[in-house]
């Protein structure tokens, strides 16, 4: 086991590569121009101090976030490779570019919020996506294009604790996959005001998204918010709560939806 390396004050760097155990701890800013990769010797724990950072990678070391009022930021595209890591048990993590999962991410608090485009590879195994309440991923869009949630999963194994969609403007989320049908699970979902979601099905490839199951968790379309359901859309009720006890619906469903209770 490595000895951690704490940093003893402010760091700014063009560019930086982590091959040991790096410790944030205190409250000094970690300020990396250009890119950030944390390499298959090394980690990266945050538990204090604000860090921002050009673009963001995990080759095979794993990135910690634990907690830090000032924020871990990436102003580009984050990247966790086939054997990296990304471990968020508080704090929140801002991811201005593209999001692209394909190791273990485990997500246990703390709020994931990006504004570009996401995409998960797993196997259910050791390229897993495990998030769980009460960690919340947040998705934000607005006019200038829609935003893709690209799921390459096995249809158990990969789960969101909590999902939003958000948008600063009228603006839209679609779900898209490489193969020919994917499910999309979560404990909780909101569609917030001015969100289209488009979850597809008929001619092209058929998703199924999976919500509830859990006490008082389920599904919410707020005022002036829209679901376009192609494919199928389950929301599961709990014990003593059925399936419309966890969803609210002060939006738009247009298609089905299955309601299961207990």
Same mark, same amino acid.
């Given at each position: 086991?490595?000895?951690?390396?704490?940093?003893?004050?402010? &760091?700014?760097?063009? #560019?930086?590569?982590?091959?040991?155990?790096?410790? $944030?701890?205190? %409250?000094?800013? $970690?300020?990396?121009?250009? #890119?950030?990769?944390?390499?298959?010797?090394?980690?990266?724990?945050? !538990?204090?101090?604000?860090? !921002?950072?050009?673009?963001?990678?995990?080759?095979?070391?794993?990135?910690?976030?634990?907690?830090?009022?000032?924020?871990?930021?990436? /102003?580009?595209?984050?990247?966790? =490779?086939?054997?990296?890591?990304?471990? +968020?048990?508080?704090?929140?993590? +801002? &991811?201005?570019?593209?999001?692209?999962?394909?190791?273990?991410?485990?997500?246990?608090?703390?709020?994931?919020?990006?504004?570009?485009?996401?995409? $998960?590879?797993?196997?259910?195994?050791?390229?897993?996506?495990?998030?769980?309440? %009460?960690?919340?991923?947040?998705?934000? =869009?607005? *006019?200038?294009?829609?935003?893709?949630?690209?799921?390459?999963?096995?249809?158990?194994?990969?789960?969101? =604790? +909590?999902?939003?969609? !958000?948008?600063?403007? %009228?603006? =839209?989320?679609?779900?898209?996959?490489?193969?020919?049908?994917?499910?999309?699970?979560?404990?909780?979902?909101?569609? *917030? %005001?001015? &969100? /289209?979601?488009?979850?597809?099905?008929?001619?092209?490839?058929?998703?199924?998204?999976?919500?509830?199951?859990?006490?008082?968790?389920?599904?919410?379309? $707020?005022?002036?918010?829209?679901?376009?359901?192609?494919?199928?859309?389950?929301?599961?009720?709990?014990?003593?709560? #059925?399936?419309?006890?966890?969803?609210? &619906?002060?939006?738009?469903?247009?298609?089905?939806?299955?309601?299961?209770?207990?």
């Amino acid at each position: 086991r490595q000895v951690p390396h704490v940093l003893s004050g402010p &760091v700014v760097a063009d #560019s930086l590569v982590v091959e040991c155990a790096l410790h $944030l701890d205190r %409250p000094f800013p $970690l300020a990396v121009n250009s #890119s950030m990769r944390v390499a298959q010797t090394g980690s990266f724990r945050q !538990s204090d101090g604000g860090v !921002s950072v050009g673009t963001l990678a995990s080759n095979a070391g794993p990135i910690e976030v634990v907690g830090s009022s000032a924020g871990f930021s990436v /102003l580009g595209d984050l990247a966790v =490779g086939t054997t990296g890591r990304l471990v +968020q048990s508080d704090g929140v993590i +801002q &991811v201005l570019g593209d999001a692209a999962f394909s190791g273990i991410q485990t997500m246990t608090s703390g709020t994931l919020i990006l504004h570009s485009n996401f995409s $998960l590879v797993a196997n259910g195994d050791n390229q897993v996506m495990a998030g769980s309440l %009460p960690h919340v991923t947040q998705f934000i =869009g607005d *006019a200038r294009a829609v935003r893709e949630l690209r799921w390459n999963s096995p249809p158990s194994g990969s789960t969101f =604790g +909590q999902l939003q969609f !958000s948008a600063t403007e %009228p603006g =839209g989320f679609v779900f898209a996959t490489d193969s020919a049908a994917a499910t999309v699970t979560a404990m909780h979902a909101v569609v *917030a %005001p001015q &969100v /289209l979601l488009t979850v597809p099905g008929g001619q092209g490839p058929r998703f199924t998204f999976l919500l509830g199951g859990l006490q008082g968790n389920g599904l919410e379309i $707020l005022d002036q918010a829209r679901i376009d359901n192609q494919g199928s859309i389950v929301v599961s009720g709990t014990q003593g709560l #059925s399936c419309f006890d966890v969803l609210q &619906v002060l939006g738009l469903i247009l298609g089905p939806f299955e309601c299961r209770s207990p």
